[in-house]
């Protein structure tokens, strides 16, 4: 069976909008909902596994010791930092880096260690890729948006490059799919606010985006590590 992750609670609602499914409906997990239905008539189940590393990588987990999970798609928005794209993009990364893991007065931002590289052939050519940052600490700061640019970072989350650790350590496929809801603001320009404004009227656009176009994709792909 392939799971489906989700973080935020908004991207989840959006999900559950899609298919028309009540929360009530849900079953509920140690670390939020999930529920089983067929795409193009293969079994999956959507879990909400939470925002941030922690949350992420206990659900995944969880998810993959329950359910024998053999494939993991994470699907969600993410910060755009690469400006040569725009929001509403929709990625598949080839490269998910932790980049709050090192002492980076001392040592480099991004360390091998902490980066998952995936061989995309199977899906061909005709997407967007690049390298998705993921910290626990959401990029809102204009600083950290300088910094992760600096350092050749495409879009950025709170989750991915977490999840595909441990979905690389368990030996079992990952695809992350995520489409651009904001840009990080300079705040000694304009208020943050025009952000956060940026990522709720988003979510249901890209969240249903993703199920429509690119899931389909993913399913029938087979992603494996480089």
Partial sequence: MTGISIAAKREWNAVLDKFQINIDDCTKYPFGEYFTTEINGESVIFYRCGVRKMNSSAA??????????????????????????????????????????????????????????????????DMLT??????????????????????????????????AYVCKVNNIECVIIKGISDFPTNEQETSNEEQLNSFIT?????????????????????????
């Fill in 130 to 163: 690049g390298t998705i940052g993921t910290a626990d600490k959401a990029v809102v700061m204009w600083r950290d948006y300088l910094e992760l640019k600096e350092n050749n970072i495409t879009i950025a989350d709170t989750e991915s490059a977490a999840i």
């Fill in 60 to 125: 995944t987990q969880y998810m993959i010791d329950h359910f024998d999970l053999k494939r993991i798609i994470v699907v969600g928005t993410c910060a755009g930092i690469d400006d040569k794209f725009k929001t509403l993009d929709i990625f598949i990364p080839n490269k998910a880096v932790q980049y709050d893991c090192t002492v980076k007065e001392q040592e480099p931002l991004i360390k091998d260690s902490f980066t998952v590289n995936f061989n995309l052939d199977s899906l061909g050519s």
């Fill in 202 to 226: 988003n979510i249901p656009i890209i969240m249903n985006k993703i199920v429509d176009e690119y899931l389909p994709l993913a399913l029938k792909s087979s992603v494996k590590y480089n």
